[in-house]
C-alpha cells in the first residue's frame, strides 16, 4: 500500500515537472537566447534562481518533492501575475496621458505588443496551476498539505512593487545587469571598472560598496584579465 502511494506520488510529480518545462519553453521573453557565452553566466542564473525562488531552497539539490515543486509553481505564478500587471500599469499609464509624446505612444504600442506576446505562455501557466492545485487533493493528506503549503507560502512573495529591486534583493538587478550586458562586461579590466559601471546604472545606495562586487564576483566565478608586463623593446 505504502509503495503504490509513493509510485502514485512520484508519477504525479513527474508529470507536473513535464508539464512546467513545456509551459517554460514557451515564453517568449528570455534573458538569453540559446548560444555559447562565457561560464560565469551559467553561475549567474543559478544565482538567479537562489534570489527568484527562496522558498524552493535550489541549493539543497533538485529533488522533487512536493513542497518543492508547489513552490516553484507558487514562485512562477506569482511572478507571472507581477509581470503582466507592470505592463498592464504601463500601457494604462501612457494612455492616461492626454498630451502622449511619440515615445510614449511608442512604449504603449511595445507594451500592447508584449501582452500578445506573452499571452499564451500566461494562459498555459494558468491552465497548469489549475490542473496541478486540482490534482493534488488526489494525493496522499502529507503530499497535498506540502504541495498547498509550498505553493502558498511561494506565491505571497508577489513583489508588492513594479521595480527589479523588488524581486529578492539588489543581488537581482546586478545579475540581470551581468546578463543583458555581458559583451561590455568581458571588455572591463577589473572589478573596480565594473564597480564604476554599477555606480553610474544603479547608483551608489543600491550597488554597495566595493567589496560586496568583489564577493559578487568570486561567487560567479568572472574574472578579470590582469594587465601584463610592458614589453620589453630591443
Known amino acids: 500500500m505504502e509503495f503504490e502511494s509513493e509510485k502514485r506520488r512520484d508519477e504525479w510529480l513527474n508529470r507536473l515537472a513535464t508539464e512546467m518545462l513545456k509551459v517554460h519553453e514557451i515564453m517568449p521573453s528570455k534573458f538569453l537566447p540559446e548560444g555559447d557565452y562565457p561560464q560565469w553566466i551559467e553561475r549567474v542564473e543559478m544565482e538567479l534562481g537562489l534570489v527568484m525562488y527562496p522558498d524552493v531552497k535550489i541549493k539543497e539539490g533538485l529533488e522533487l518533492t512536493a ?4 513552490g516553484l509553481l ?3 505564478c506569482a511572478y507571472a501575475v507581477w509581470m503582466m500587471q507592470w505592463i498592464c500599469q504601463q500601457v494604462d499609464s501612457a494612455e492616461a496621458t492626454e498630451t502622449a509624446t511619440e515615445a510614449e505612444r511608442e512604449q ?3 507594451g500592447m505588443a508584449l501582452i500578445n506576446s506573452l499571452d499564451k505562455w500566461y494562459s498555459a501557466l494558468r491552465r497548469l496551476a489549475k490542473r496541478a492545485l486540482c490534482s493534488s487533493v488526489d494525493q496522499t493528506f502529507e503530499d497535498m498539505s506540502d504541495f498547498l503549503l509550498g505553493y502558498s507560502s511561494a506565491f505571497a512573495r508577489k513583489p508588492k512593487k513594479y521595480k527589479s529591486g523588488d524581486i529578492g534583493n539588489t543581488n ?3 545579475y540581470i545587469f551581468l546578463i543583458i550586458n555581458w559583451r561590455m562586461v568581458v571588455t572591463l579590466k577589473s572589478v573596480s571598472e565594473l564597480y564604476q559601471v554599477l ?3 544603479m547608483g551608489e545606495h543600491r550597488t554597495g560598496d566595493l567589496k560586496r562586487i568583489e564577493k559578487i564576483c568570486q561567487r560567479i ?3 578579470f584579465a590582469k594587465p601584463g608586463r610592458p614589453k620589453k623593446i630591443r
Open 74 to 76: 507558487g514562485h512562477e
Open 172 to 174: 537581482f538587478e546586478i
Open 199 to 201: 555606480r553610474k546604472v
Open 221 to 223: 566565478g568572472l574574472h
Open 67 to 70: 513542497k518543492r515543486l508547489g
Open 108 to 110: 504603449m504600442r511595445q
